[in-house]
C-alpha cells in the first residue's frame, strides 16, 4: 500500500488575476491560511493583496481627515502597511485604474471613491480597502512556490473576491480544488490536534 502524496502540486503558473492558497501548516503573521489575489507577477518580482485578514481600525484610525465610512479595510500584506490601497469594480472610464481580471481595477482616483461612498453606501459593494501589501522579489515567489508553500488557483468570479462578509475564503477555495485539497481544507491548524 502506497503512502497518500498530500503535498501542493501546482499545475498553473502565478499570473496577475492568479490566487495563491497558502499551504495548511503554513504559521505566519500574514500568511497563516491566506488567500491572495495577485495583482502584478514577473520577472522583477510579484504583489498582490491577502483577501482574509482584516483590521479593526476605521477610515477616522487611519487618517482623522478621512471619512467616517464603515467598510471592513483588509491587511494586505506586511509591506508598506502605513499606505492604504484599494481594488473596485467600479466604472473604471470614471476612476482609473490598472485592470487585474474581470471587471477588477487596482487603485484609481483614490478622493473621488471616498466621495462617492460618502454619497452611496451601496457601492461599497465594489471597493475594497488595505493596508499594505504582499511582496515577493525576483524569484522569490518561484522559490516558494518550489517549497510548496502555495498553490495557484484560478480566481473566483469578482463578486467572490470583493465580498468581504465570506470567513471561510481558504477553506472554501481549497476545498473548491477537489482531490487531495479537498483533505487539506479540512486539516487542523496545528496538525497535532488531528
Known sequence: MSNLDISIKNKLK????????????LVDDFFTRSVVLLCEHGPEGSFG?????????????INPKFPDIPIKISIGGPVK???????????NEQIGGQHILENIYLGGDFELVLNMLQVNSEIMDHVRFFLGYSGWTAGQL???LEDKSWLVVPAPESSYIMDISREEIWKDLMQSQGGVYKLMSKFPLDPRMN
Open 49 to 61: 493583496f491577502v483577501l482574509n485578514n482584516y483590521t479593526d481600525l476605521s477610515f477616522m484610525d
Open 142 to 144: 518561484h522559490d516558494e
Open 14 to 25: 502565478p499570473s496577475r488575476g492568479k490566487i495563491l492558497l497558502s499551504e495548511p501548516f
Open 81 to 91: 502597511p502605513e499606505h492604504l490601497y484599494f481594488i473596485h469594480t467600479l466604472d
